[in-house]
């Protein structure tokens, strides 16, 4: 996307810019620069001026008839982006996304604009977690503006790293670009490091029989998910800018970049597919070793009933078996007067006789089930 095969949609800049100068100034200094990181205007790879507001910005580079603008805000407001639109004629539908953000990674050409959406990653050593932002990229013949919702990336390296290198910076646009592409995929590779740090610790926590170690697996699975749809659909960005080369006669030293950004985006694809496909193994064998504690606890409190019940039989049984004497001896402890067996001479040994039957047919049958 060289300057000489970029055209305005209409052969300007859009407004005159005292009309853009005169709303900035009617709006305030501190309106204009709220949320404008940096601009820069750069010729031939070289800085050339640091304008402190948009309206310095787009008449720097309408003096100079030529170069390119690298504008970079951060969250900004309704109000910058509109005036942005207005002066670098954006489509409505891709500075609706700038502002309302919450896009997935796409890249869309409406005319001479290219817009893409970029979701950047960081890992929190501290909370152990995965921080997602977005990054939203205009590119036109003579602009670059980078829109960001969030801490990643550190575009201001980006910068610096591009302005060290004025040969690369001075092809354009699209070196910008490729430039914070590469960007956001290196800074992946923490995150792959630390996502397969916190797996690791899960699989000591689940063969140690952490209670916690289902939840954290949930966690991360959650946050490996989150990954996949910020990494995965950017590997259909990079495929559509490649499909562009021959078409806008894109410099071979940047199809190299993209060519070296493809493939690291690749390896961290497929490392963070292995990564959802480990997590889901690590939950099954987590559910088996859950439910073998739980057989295990349910064998042990099924023993413990067994020896129980074991007891009470033994206990209900002998309770049975001298209940039997008991109730004799009370039916010929009633003093009754009419009572044939008290005049009988052998009415005391027939009792002790008709006990010990008793008890002893009972303690047979408690023999025979098992009680006994």
């Known amino acids: 996307m060289g300057d000489n095969r970029w055209t305005s949609p209409s052969g300007g800049f859009g407004r005159s810019l005292d009309e853009h100068a005169h709303e900035h100034e009617a709006a305030g200094p501190s309106r204009d620069r709220g949320d404008l990181v940096e601009s820069a205007v750069y010729v031939q790879g070289h800085r050339h001026a640091s304008p402190a507001t948009l309206a310095d910005t787009y008449r720097c580079l309408q003096e100079l008839g030529r170069g390119m603008a690298w504008i970079g805000l951060r969250r900004p407001d309704r109000a910058q982006l509109h005036s942005l639109a207005d002066e670098f004629q954006l489509h409505e539908l891709a500075v609706d996304d700038a502002i309302n953000a919450h896009q997935r990674p796409k890249l869309e050409r409406y005319g001479d604009t290219l817009f893409v959406v970029l979701r950047a990653a960081r890992y929190l050593d501290e909370r152990e977690e995965v921080e ?30 591009m302005e060290g290198d004025p040969q690369v910076l001075a092809l354009g646009p699209e070196a910008v670009l490729y430039a914070v592409l590469d960007q956001v995929v290196d800074g992946y590779a923490p995150v792959v490091a630390g996502l ?147 005049g009988w001479r052998y009415g005391y040994l027939f009792a002790l006789v008709l006990m010990a039957a008793v008890c002893a047919a009972l303690y047979l049958l408690f023999k025979r089930r098992g009680w006994l």
């Open 132 to 161: 997602f932002a977005e990054l939203h990229l205009f590119l036109g013949p003579n602009f670059v503006i980078t829109v960001r919702h969030g801490e990643a990336p550190d575009l201001a390296a980006v910068r610096r790293r």
């Open 196 to 342: 397969e740090n916190d797996i690791d610790e899960i699989e000591t926590e689940v063969f140690g029989g952490d209670p916690n170690a289902s939840r954290r697996i949930y966690a991360l699975s959650r946050e490996v998910i989150q990954f996949q749809r910020a990494a995965g659909p950017l590997l259909k960005v990079l495929d559509a800018l490649a499909a562009g080369f021959d078409r806008y006669r894109t410099d071979e030293e940047l199809r190299r970049r993209l060519r070296d950004v493809t493939d690291h985006l690749t390896q961290v694809v497929e490392r963070v597919d292995g990564f959802r496909h480990l997590l889901q193994n690590i939950l099954t064998v987590n559910a088996t070793l859950v439910s073998q504690a739980q057989n295990e606890e349910m064998r042990s409190l099924t023993a413990a009933s067994f020896a129980q019940n074991e007891e009470i039989k033994r206990v209900s049984a002998w309770a049975a078996i001298l209940f039997a004497p008991t109730l004799i001896g009370t039916v010929y402890g009633m003093n009754f007067v009419h009572m044939p067996e008290l």
